[in-house]
């Protein structure tokens, strides 16, 4: 049979998370489904520890939802397999598997009450009446609704249905939490603050829990460990720090967070080309010269106090475009040795006061040679 | 070892007891809409292809068809009618709908309900009430300066009345999707009111105007209760299959004439969904909708008008009523209720009345379970998506299929030898099934449309649950769509309660139904009883109607708390 394979040969190269001693509590195999001749899933595969909050991030239409909805069993895939909690689910239904998911749409039933909807599952498994109703209580608190058992869905609002949803998900105790854009209809207002309530019960109640987001704060903010994914395959899996620190793709690199993007050339050892501009940089990791690669540079790294024309990577620019953001600035810079090239960099409004930044003037900023990152031209798959 | 060696093909999924009721459910409403819709079309199609004797002979039906000058003569009669009544009657109807909709005028609510009016009578009223007006004995005779109303005038004039409510739907629908922006756009350019109209407006709704013409037309064509009451000498398609299969148990050329029929309708309806797809398009998400602005001089012209054709369409409907009430015609003006004792008329007294009310509450109950049900497992089930696929083709078809020929086909297809339904023929369970079918297609769209409403994710909630997917149906699905449901259930009864083309070949001897006997009454020159009758059954479906809209007012307005906010 095919799925008694050796375990050490599985957990190889091909899953993305060995290494660490962690119980996974969803295994994902080499799972592949397409929509005719389009890939919404190619050949995936990946771990979620157990008790951990996991997002899988990504633009629209890079498979996100549809792996979520094949770990349900609400999509069937063509090939791979799927564990939950040690146990291949792969050919049951979604009512053997053992999950609570919530919507952004809510998904609330409209003509049932909020109590209604919170026991919706509990009444069929022929709990006794007391029971049920003690633990609808029991969820009502715990999402912070306990006032509202006989109200309708549509007598509440966005954030108070989104907590109902989840309520009636966890009312069985549920392994496994699945949340798909759960905040994506909410005001930004309400979208932080269930974020932050979200996060904490997962934390309490110490479930298993993925959610599908299409925004890299709400990951950041939100997850244990961060699933990007791009065009039905995993560009890379970690900690948001690491994502955001150590991005592993062209592609990671951009959607997570802002990211200056060049087309630049190896010049020598420890040295790049970007146009005119010939760089120090960290990280070419022996790369031979005359190689083309992608180089990265968040707008933050850009340094603009302490540079003196002497220091590593000081380039003289000039300010084009300053746009106000509040607690800082994104700059539009040209450097004065190519002004064909566009840099942004975030100016804090202390830098901003401190140095008088006007549209139009010429200052010199520094490109620190570590902050550089460089990736591989063509970087579908991982640096 | 390579990763590629633990990649598993494709498992099926396993199934469930869930899976099974939703798979033979699913297989139930395919085996419904084969043997109630698509295998009398076939065994009609057959049967115009074969001699009395049950012989192949290829297309030799047709040719004798086309080479008998009498039957090409009507085929003639029935297109130059429709076009003449589809010329008169959409424009009327367009001006009705460009008042109830572009206008402040009064009483909008009131004018409309005045122009459905004829939707709760049978086709075959208006006939009887323009025999009252203009016929040999009619009040207004001399207005037709010696023409006879028995013949094409009489079948226009009575088609106009009863197409105008199907005409004046339509174009309400498609004037009322109007985007406000367009018009402040132009007004704010100094557009003149005739260039806006020529601009905006006709554009607008042109396919509306399409839809109602082929609407309208593939009516005349398909009627056969006004055609058999006033139309005289003058023959048509529809009398024409009647004649065949009824007068001279031609069966064959009857299937001819049938599928003859069929072809306008079916082509009307192809080009109608093409055009209907277009429409959809046509306003985008974010248009503002119209607010027409106080007009006095424009919203008293339109009142003016309103007054008039809805007073017309109520004074044809009044005439028939009027005339069930006279003693005899135009001897004896007293009013009594002598032709209501139908008995004296008609061997069973009120049996067909009450045998239509026993078939339209059939219809009504179980036809609207088996579309919504139906509509529901097309829309929302899972797996079989073969079998959901067909399901839905089926329920689309009637649409394209004339009562009569559904009619002819349940004929033909329930007295064929092979067929073991054939101890249904007669009964009026089967008159409930024809009509069922007959009416399917607009009762199935009011069903998805509702169903499509719904958010798809509740059945992955349920599943999630652990919730099998008919209780979610019967708690949740079914108490949300109540108001389709009724709708459903009314435009069931309503229609069944009227038809005459759909049933009439298929009442047997105890179940003649009432729609029929005004039919017979009227050939047997009792006119005013067949009035008589006609005003009964528009009392019980205009009854049937106002208790529906009193019980959503009152009883849903209670059960449905959880609509409001």
């Known amino acids: 049979m095919d799925q008694v394979v050796d375990r050490t040969a599985r957990n190889g190269p091909a899953s993305p998370l060995n290494g660490s001693a962690m119980v996974p509590h969803v295994r994902v195999e080499g799972v592949t489904k397409r929509f005719g001749a389009f890939a919404a899933l190619d050949n995936v595969s990946l771990a979620v520890e157990q008790g951990k909050l996991v997002c899988f991030l990504g633009p629209s239409g890079c498979g996100k939802t549809t792996l979520l909805r094949v770990i349900a069993g609400l999509e069937t895939q063509d090939s791979g397999r799927i564990e939950i909690g040690g146990r291949d689910v792969t050919p049951l239904p979604p009512s053997q598997r053992d999950f609570g998911i919530v919507f952004q749409s809510y998904a609330l039933f409209p003509n049932l009450t909020v109590a209604q909807n919170v026991g919706y599952g509990l009444v069929n498994r022929r709990k006794p009446r007391k029971e049920i109703r003690a633990r609808v209580a029991e969820l009502l608190t715990l999402v912070g609704l306990p006032e509202q058992t006989s109200k309708y869905p549509v007598q509440l609002s966005g954030g108070q249905q989104q907590r109902v949803a989840l309520a009636r998900a966890l009312a069985s105790s549920p392994s496994l939490l699945l949340l798909d854009e759960p905040l994506s209809a909410l005001d930004a207002r309400v979208r932080v603050r269930l974020r932050d309530e979200i996060k904490a019960l997962q934390r309490r109640l110490g479930i298993t829990t993925i959610m599908v987001t299409h925004d890299q704060e709400e990951a950041l903010a939100m997850a244990d460990r961060i699933v990007v994914m791009n065009r039905g395959q995993v560009e890379q899996v970690g900690s948001p720090a690491d994502i955001y620190a150590r991005p592993a793709t062209a592609f990671v690199a951009d959607f997570v967070g802002a990211m200056n993007m060049f087309d630049a050339e190896v010049a020598g050892p420890g040295r790049v080309r970007i146009g005119a501009l010939d760089l120090a940089c960290g990280g070419l990791n022996g790369k031979p010269p ?28 000039v300010v084009e475009l300053l746009d106000f953001l509040g607690a800082f600035c994104r700059a539009t810079l040209r450097p004065a040795a190519a002004r064909d090239l566009v840099l942004r960099s975030d100016f804090s409004a202390n830098a901003m006061r401190d140095l008088g930044i006007k549209e139009g003037q010429t200052l010199t900023v520094g490109l620190p040679p570590e902050a550089l990152r460089v990736f591989d031209v063509e970087t579908a798959g991982g640096a | 070892m390579t990763y ?61 068809y086309f080479a008998t000058p009498s039957l090409v003569a009507s085929l003639w009669n029935s297109f130059w009618v429709a076009i003449v009544a589809t010329v008169i009657v959409v424009p009327l109807a367009f001006l009705y709908a460009y008042g109830l909709t572009r206008t402040r005028m009064r009483a909008k609510g009131f004018f409309l309900a005045l122009a459905l009016l004829p939707l709760f009578a049978p086709s075959l009223l208006s006939a009887i009430s323009f025999i009252y007006i203009f016929g040999n004995q009619g009040f207004l005779k001399t207005w037709l300066f010696g023409a006879s109303v028995y013949g094409p005038i009489g079948i226009i004039l009575a088609q106009v009345f009863y197409c105008f409510p199907h005409a004046m739907m339509i174009l309400i629908t498609a004037l009322a999707l109007a985007d406000g922006r367009l018009y402040e756009a132009a007004e704010a350019m100094g557009t003149p009111r005739w260039r806006v109209f020529l601009t905006v407006t006709l554009p607008g709704v042109r396919y509306g105007l399409i839809s109602a013409m082929f ?24 009398t024409d299959a009647y004649k065949q299969v009824i007068g001279q148990q ?111 509450a059939i219809a009504a109950i179980f036809g609207t379970a088996i579309i919504f049900s139906g509509a529901y497992l097309i829309e929302k089930g899972q797996g079989f998506a073969s079998g959901r696929a067909l399901a839905q083709l089926l329920a689309m078809l009637p649409m394209a299929v004339p009562g009569l020929v559904l009619g002819l086909g349940y004929v033909f297809f329930i007295n064929a030898k092979w067929n073991p339904l054939g101890f249904l023929y007669g009964t009026i369970v089967l008159l409930a099934i024809n009509c069922i079918a007959h009416f399917y297609t607009t009762a199935h769209i009011t069903a998805t449309t509702a169903l499509k409403q719904i958010d798809n994710e509740f059945e992955a909630v349920s599943a999630s649950l652990k919730v099998p997917f008919y209780r979610t149906f019967a708690r949740v699905t079914v108490p949300i769509c109540m108001p389709a449901i009724f709708d459903i259930a009314i435009y069931m009864f309503v229609n069944a309660l009227t038809t005459v083309s759909a049933v009439i070949f298929l009442y047997g001897a105890s179940n003649k139904l009432a729609s029929i006997s005004i039919v017979h009454m009227d050939e047997a020159g009792a006119t005013a009883a067949a009035a008589a009758m006609a005003t009964l059954i528009v009392l019980t479906a205009l009854t049937a109607k106002l208790l529906h809209l009193l019980l959503d007012r009152l009883v849903f307005g209670k059960l449905q708390a959880w609509r409001r906010r």
């Open chain 1, 290 to 317: 005359g190689q083309r690669v992608k180089l990265g540079l968040r707008p933050e790294e850009v340094r603009v106090r302490g540079v003196e024309a002497g220091s590593a990577n000081a380039v003289p620019v």
């Open chain 2, 4 to 64: 590629a060696a633990t990649v598993v093909t494709q498992e099926t999924r396993r199934i469930t007891a869930e899976d099974v009721v939703m798979r033979v459910a699913i297989v139930a409403l395919v085996a419904f809409l084969m043997l109630a819709i698509a295998l009398p079309l076939a065994t009609l199609l057959s049967k115009s292809f074969q001699d009395s004797t049950g012989r192949f002979v290829g297309l030799a039906n047709y040719v004798r």
């Open chain 2, 215 to 238: 609407v309208v037309f593939t009516l005349v064509v398909t009627d056969f209760g006004i055609a058999k009451v006033i139309g005289g000498q003058f023959n048509v398609l529809a």
């Open chain 2, 250 to 360: 031609n069966f064959e050329m009857g299937a001819v004439v049938g599928f003859v029929l069929l072809v306008p309708a079916v082509v009307a309806f192809a080009l109608d969904r093409q055009i209907q797809r277009r429409q959809v398009a046509l306003l985008s998400a974010r248009a503002v909708p119209l607010e027409p602005r106080v007009n006095p001089l424009k919203d008293t012209a339109f009142l003016f008008y309103c007054v008039v054709l809805g007073g017309l369409v109520a004074a044809v409907l009044g005439v028939a009523v009027w005339g069930s009430f006279i003693t005899y015609w135009p001897y004896n003006l007293t009013l009594s209720l002598k032709n209501y004792n139908f008995a004296e008329f008609e061997s069973n007294g009120f049996g067909p009345y009450f045998a239509s009310l026993h078939m339209a």
